[in-house]
């Protein structure tokens, strides 16, 4: 089993930053990637991006890309998103999910482990 836990969330104002972080506990080893997804109110769970846990490879979906960053120190178990130039519709629920395979890499049904989620909101 691998536990997730999501911080860092908040509350700020359109053009600010905030850093998200994901600590990993548990088989880490098993872990092949680290994806962030989010979720507006009465919307889908959308794919953010991901790390993959052993190169430090990045995927973004165009959407963040330039504004958001994903990171893990090396050798580390936590998992950062850094979000710059923050707008209002980045508002949603922010889950940090990871999967022990390569497949899906953007899809939910490519992740086993889910943090519980940290609410950031944006305003105008």
């Known amino acids: 089993q691998v536990q997730l836990v999501n911080s860092g969330g908040g509350l700020v104002q359109a053009g600010d930053s905030l850093r998200l972080s994901c600590v990993a506990s548990?088989?880490?080893?098993?872990?092949?990637?680290v994806a962030w997804f989010h979720q507006a109110p009465g919307k889908e769970r959308e794919f953010v991006g991901a790390?993959?846990?052993?190169?430090?490879?990045?995927f973004y979906v165009d959407l963040v890309r330039g504004r958001f960053t994903i990171s893990r120190e090396h050798g580390m178990s936590t998992v950062y998103l850094q979000m710059d130039s923050l707008k209002p519709e980045d508002t949603a629920m922010y889950y940090c999910?990871?999967?022990?395979?390569?497949?899906?890499?953007?899809?939910?049904?490519?992740?086993?482990?889910w943090g519980q989620g940290t609410q950031v909101s944006v305003s105008a």
């Open positions: 999910a990871a999967a022990t395979n390569s497949d899906h890499l953007s899809s939910r049904n490519g992740y086993r482990y």
């Open positions: 548990g088989r880490t080893f098993a872990i092949h990637r």
């Open positions: 790390i993959s846990w052993n190169d430090y490879s990045t």
